[in-house]
């Protein structure tokens, strides 16, 4: 409203304008025309008016610079307007993204809504049902015990007339008595309408018994049937109206928090991952770059995790890097249970540790910083372009020249103990899966139902000079099978040798045929 105000004509300002020129024009008439009283009279006025000449000389400035600020303004115009709504877009962003929060609370809402009403037209239902079966099972019951009692009552009542019958007709015999035989002909009379009338009392019974019970149940809970429904059409619309809205909110969501990274400094950066928090060196770019795009690693078989854990089991994380899969695990555990992670290089383990306690899950894990093996010793680890390709064997062209740290080495048994429960064993080492398996074998005979989660690698077995038929057989040789893991999904399906060698990599979970654990899986096949 001001600005409107101050754009149009100011009235004062008009008016104040149109006095000071009105006493200018008298006191110029004044001193040419009248005499030295004049004078003396309009001297006072003279002397109010002495700024005059100021007031005339403000106008002509006024309308000097006019046309040159006129210009000035359209010249600078083009170079102001891009900062302008820079400027203005950078103060609104904040009211944006608020906006973009009240619609996505808003689609929280109605989907919660939606679900609610849902839910009660299926517990509706449920109840229905249920109560249709409670009252018709209680009227057969009330049925069965009155037809149980009619016929009794008719079994009395016709031993009593068997029994009448033959006393009066022997009393009639006997004494010739031609009353007693009418009232044994009424009698007889009487016997047949009673058991006419017992049929047709159960007939109608039964039939109305059976319809009273099963309307009086639709007559209760069909208002509230009724009300379920209306609320969920009245809710059809709404959700078509912000279904398009929606969907591409839940997108730029998921789009955003995928790229949710903080540089925590000394080469850390905090990234959020759809799994947790995740601690990672800001040199690793190939990591960084995987986790800002899909904000995960590997997702199927972190899903797979996520659904094979339960609380109370233990779960052993062979090659953790920087702990995708140690957090789903934790996931899964919900705070009950054993998570026994390894990783050999300081640097990552030490990113680990911080991660581990950022998503509260110190307690619950055991860090080794020990590469799993099949002896006890020391070893040489290559360090590949990322963390996730470190490697006890030469990686070949893919080794920076020097890039190589001494590691420990120890075995799954020495560190666990030959007894000790595991539910599920992952090994991704890079080429070493059948070392560190033949350091856990007793681990996986003392375990029925154990499940092993191992990155099959046709690159690493040519490296190692393994055959894929051989690799294979060291699992299968201990009596376990095994499906291929989806990347994406974590579903479960067979898979030949060939298909297995045609791939990059693929992740494999192995498990003896009668293992609880395929019932978790879903195995299909």
């Not at 110029?28 to 005339?56: F, I, K, L, M, Y």
């Not at 992670?341 to 030490?350: H, I, N, S, Y």
Request: charged share 25%; aromatic share 4%; proline share 3%.
């Amino acid at each position: 409203m001001e600005r409107v105000h101050r754009n149009g004509l100011d009235i004062d300002v008009a008016l104040a304008a149109a006095a000071r020129r009105l006493l200018v024009t008298a006191a110029e008439r004044h001193q040419t025309s009248a005499g030295p009283v004049a004078e003396a009279v309009a001297a006072p006025v003279a002397t109010s008016a002495h700024d005059a000449p100021h007031v005339s000389l403000r106008s002509r400035i006024k309308r000097w610079l006019r046309r040159p600020v006129a210009v000035t303004f359209r010249l600078v115009k083009p170079f102001l307007r891009p900062v302008a709504f820079r400027t203005r877009r950078y103060l609104t962003e904040g009211l944006h993204q608020d906006t973009l929060r009240a619609l996505a609370d808003t689609q929280r809402e109605v989907q919660r809504a939606s679900a609610e009403v849902l839910r009660e037209v299926q517990a509706a239902r449920e109840m229905l049902r249920h109560e249709i079966q409670t009252m018709q099972g209680q009227a057969a019951q009330e049925q069965r015990r009155l037809l149980t009692s009619l016929l009794q009552e008719q079994q009395t009542t016709r031993e009593l007339v068997r029994r009448l019958f033959a006393e009066h007709r022997q009393s009639a015999t006997q004494a010739g008595d031609a009353a007693a035989a009418r009232l044994l002909a009424e009698m007889a009379d009487e016997q047949a309408r009673t058991r006419t009338e017992i049929s047709q009392l159960l007939d109608a019974g039964q039939h109305n018994l059976a319809q009273a019970c099963g309307q009086a149940a639709v007559s209760e809970l069909a208002p509230r049937l009724d009300q379920s429904l209306e609320a969920v059409s009245e809710l059809a619309p709404r959700l078509d109206r912000f279904a398009p809205q929606l969907d591409r909110l839940e997108q730029y969501g998921y789009a955003s928090a995928r790229r949710a990274l903080m540089h925590c400094g000394a080469d850390e950066v905090m990234v959020k991952t759809e799994a947790g928090y995740v601690m990672c060196s800001d040199k690793d770019l190939v990591l960084l770059a995987s986790l800002i795009d899909t904000g995960d690693l590997e997702r199927g078989t972190r899903l797979l995790i996520e659904k094979l854990l339960q609380p109370g089991d233990t779960f052993v994380d062979v090659g953790a890097n920087v702990g995708l899969h140690t957090l789903a695990a934790g996931r899964a555990l919900q705070g009950r249970g054993r998570i026994v992670a390894f990783e050999p290089f300081e640097g990552t383990r030490r990113l680990l540790e911080k991660t581990l306690w950022i998503n509260g899950l110190t307690a619950l894990t055991q860090l080794r910083g020990s590469a799993a093996w099949d002896r006890a010793g020391v070893r040489t680890l290559f360090l590949g372009a990322t963390s996730g390709h470190h490697s006890l064997f030469e990686l070949g062209a893919d080794t920076p020249a020097g890039a190589s740290v001494e590691v420990t080495t120890e075995t799954l048994e020495a560190a666990l103990g030959p007894a000790c429960r595991v539910d599920l064993l992952k090994i991704d080492a890079e080429g070493a899966e059948l070392e560190v398996l033949r350091g856990a074998l007793p681990i996986v005979h003392a375990n029925a139902d154990i499940a092993l989660i191992v990155e099959f690698g046709p690159s690493h077995l040519r490296r190692h000079a393994h055959g894929s038929a051989e690799w294979l057989a060291a699992f299968t040789g201990l009596g376990l099978e095994y499906r291929a893991i989806d990347a994406h999904t974590g579903a479960l399906s067979e898979i030949g040798l060939a298909e297995l060698e045609a791939a990059e990599s693929t992740n494999l979970l192995f498990a003896r045929p009668d293992a609880r654990i395929w019932s978790r899986a879903g195995k299909t096949a």
